[in-house]
Structures are given as structure tokens and as C-alpha cells.
């Protein structure tokens, strides 16, 4: 990934990510931050970048004509025009799901803004994205760039070690994350939870998906609202089977997958609720038994859904059973149509896919 930071203050910029795992990535080659200084294209002779508002009022802004020239100073070197951010507290406050979209660029143009703001005209034809780091004022928009670095780069592939990386984040399901404990296992009275020391993984999962709800409910209820628990359910042979495990691991730390080749399965109620996902996962080519057969004890209550086809089906058969779907409480989210065998790099697009149209509920 490389960024492009244009700035007044690059001194800001490099000393921060000169540093710790930012330094280490771009000593190693897998990110790189090259900052442009605004001042470097002021056409006055005293380097002037900013002056007036029109209109009057207190502060100065800054010049769209230094702004633009340093923009396309990098888009000319590039020979095209990367996604460019500008950082200001008008933006769409950045989530965990906004940072894994931007870490598939290649390059990223972010411009800081100092002053009152910059000059409106050159912010309408270079900016693609508004964003905040939150909503309070800071004097620049540079934490807000290295706020973005950072996080985007812990998704560049060779970031993070093995040990620093984890598959499963924080606030990917919206949940915070359960509380964590090393040795020793007595501390000033404290034990370590005994699930933890028991060895069985299943059990310490269940207490620590447990641990994350209990704790998002207390400390951030509103992230709850935009948590979602993933219940895959699939037919069809083994491609399909590997699909819904990889897709819904991808999707969650905490799905749940029911093989509905299972003829006991099929025949039991299985009722989701308004903070479940269901998703999904069919052959195109159509099972002995039709869908409606096999799907009618399936029961939402206005739970979304996606599915996920691996290989066309017919059209017909796609409609009825969106409609029925919907007859039985669920809200289409969206549809995919894959080739028959996922890959690991297409089930992440999915998968952010899927977490992209959750968060628009
Ligand atoms: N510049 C000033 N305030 C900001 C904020 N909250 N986020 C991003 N950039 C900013």
C-alpha cells in the first residue's frame, strides 16, 4: 500500500510512522508513506498557502490552487487517479468495515486540512471521500491520516506478524472483544476464569462470545444494535459445504453452520430473530427435493438474508424461493452468484460484501 499524504506539517506525518509497527512495514517494504508539502506548490513567493474567507469571519483557508497542484502532482506520477481522502470532521466517521474497503487500494491520496478548511472548489473536483476520526475538532487533519494509516495497514498483507495478526477483530461482529488473561493465574486475590484452564475450546469459544456480548451491552450498547449472529445454513456437496465454512468464518467469529443435507435438520423448526443473519448457502443445480421442501420450517422475524449460489440456477427456481423466504420473515439482503468452488481471496470480498450491506440496515 503506499499513501500519499499531503500536508503542511510532513514532520507530523514521518515521525509517526517512522515508528513501531508502521517503521517495521516500511523498513520491510509492504507500505509506504511519502509525504507531499502543500507550501512546496504555493505559487507566492513567500510560500503562502492560505488567506481570507470570502464573506468574512474568523480563521484563513487554505488556497485550492496549492491543494490542486500537489493532487495532481501525484496523480500524474501515477498516470491515474487514486481514491483521495480528505480528512475533516464533516466526513462518515470511520468503522472497522470503511478500513478493510480502503486497505484494497493500491494507493491512497490523503489531504489534511489546516485553518478553517480548504477552499470548497478543489475539494469538489479531488476528493472521493469525506472522512472523521471521530466527532470532535482537532487542530489538523493529520492524527485523522495517521489514525488511517494505521489501522489500513494492519490489513496490507505482511504488516503483522503471525502473533499480531488476528483473524478474528474486535468490532468485526460489532462485539467488543472478551477480556484476555496471561500468568500468573492468582493475582492480588484474582483468579484466571476456570473455563480458561479447562483445555476444551469449544467451551472457552461459547464463554467468550458470551464475555464480548455481556461486555458490548454494557460499555457500547449502541454497536449491538449493528451486531448480527450468522446462521449458515447449506446443501449440497463438499464444494458447498467448504464454501459455507470458509465464507462464514469469514464473515464472523461466531457463525453458526447447519447442514441442511441433514434430513433431521430440514425437519426441524429453526426460528432467527431481528439480529440474526441467515445466510444462505445452495448448489445453482437443483437437489432432488425441492427448496420449498427443504427450507419450510426455516422461520425469521424480519431477519435478513443473503444468498449465495454456487453456479447459476434457474431463474425460476431463484424467484420462488426469494418469495418464499420472505413469506417465512426474512428480508433479502442480497444475492451472489459464485463458480462452483470458492477461493480464500473471494470469500473475503464476499464476506466484506455482506458486512458492507449489514452496516447499511
Ligand atoms: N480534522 C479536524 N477534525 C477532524 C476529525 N475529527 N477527523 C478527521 N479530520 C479532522
Known amino acids: 500500500m503506499k499513501y500519499y499524504v499531503l500536508t503542511l506539517f510532513p514532520e507530523m506525518i514521518q515521525q509517526a510512522a517512522g ?29 503562502r498557502v492560505d488567506d481570507y474567507p470570502y464573506g468574512g469571519g474568523a480563521g484563513m483557508v487554505m488556497e485550492a490552487e496549492p491543494v490542486w497542484r ?50 470548497e472548489r478543489v475539494l469538489e473536483e479531488t476528493v472521493t471521500d469525506y472522512v472523521s ?4 475538532v482537532l487542530t489538523g487533519g493529520e492524527l485523522g491520516a495517521l489514525v488511517m494509516i494505521d489501522a489500513i495497514s494492519r490489513f496490507v498483507p505482511g504488516v503483522l506478524s503471525n502473533e499480531e495478526s488476528s483473524q478474528f ?50 460499555r457500547r450498547p449502541d454497536l449491538l444494535r449493528k451486531s448480527y449472529q450468522v446462521i449458515c445454513v447449506y446443501r449440497g456437496g463438499e464444494e458447498a459445504a467448504a464454501a459455507a465454512g470458509l465464507l462464514t468464518g469469514k464473515v464472523t467469529r461466531y457463525g453458526k453452520l447447519l447442514d441442511f443435507n441433514r434430513k433431521k435438520l430440514r425437519k426441524q423448526r429453526v426460528s432467527l430473530g431481528k439480529q440474526d443473519l441467515l445466510l444462505l448457502v445452495l448448489p445453482g443445480r437443483q437437489e432432488e427435493e425441492g427448496d420449498s421442501e427443504s427450507f ?24 420462488q424461493l426469494a418469495e418464499l423466504l420472505e413469506k417465512q420473515g ?15 481471496a473471494q470469500a473475503g470480498e464476499l464476506a466484506l460484501g455482506i458486512r458492507r450491506k449489514l452496516e447499511e440496515l
Open 169 to 218: 477483530e474486535s468490532l468485526q461482529d460489532n462485539l467488543l472483544e472478551y477480556p484476555h488473561y496471561t500468568r500468573p493465574e492468582i493475582w492480588h486475590d484474582r483468579r484466571v476464569p476456570e473455563v480458561l484452564l479447562s483445555g476444551d475450546h469449544r467451551k472457552i469459544e461459547e464463554w467468550r462470545h458470551e464475555k464480548s456480548l455481556e461486555r458490548t451491552r454494557q
Open 70 to 119: 500537489a493532487v495532481r502532482s501525484v496523480e500524474e506520477r501515477l498516470g491515474h487517479r487514486p481514491r483521495a481522502v480528505y480528512l475533516t470532521p464533516q466526513g462518515k466517521v470511520l468503522n472497522q468495515t470503511m478500513v478493510e474497503e480502503f486497505a484494497r487500494e493500491e494507493e491512497l491520496i490523503l489531504l489534511c486540512g489546516h485553518y478553517e478548511g480548504i477552499d
Open 296 to 319: 419450510r420450517n426455516l422461520r425469521g422475524d424480519e431477519s435478513p438474508c443473503v444468498l449465495v449460489w454456487l453456479g447459476e440456477p434457474e431463474p425460476e427456481r431463484k424467484k
Open 133 to 136: 476520526i471521530g466527532d470532535y
Open 330 to 344: 426474512f428480508r433479502m439482503l442480497a444475492e451472489f452468484f459464485l463458480e462452483k468452488e470458492m477461493g480464500e
Open 19 to 47: 515508528a513501531s509497527i508502521l517503521g517495521r512495514a516500511a523498513k520491510n517494504g509492504f507500505i509506504d508513506v511519502e509525504t507531499v508539502n502543500i507550501r512546496d506548490f504555493s505559487a507566492n513567493r513567500h510560500r
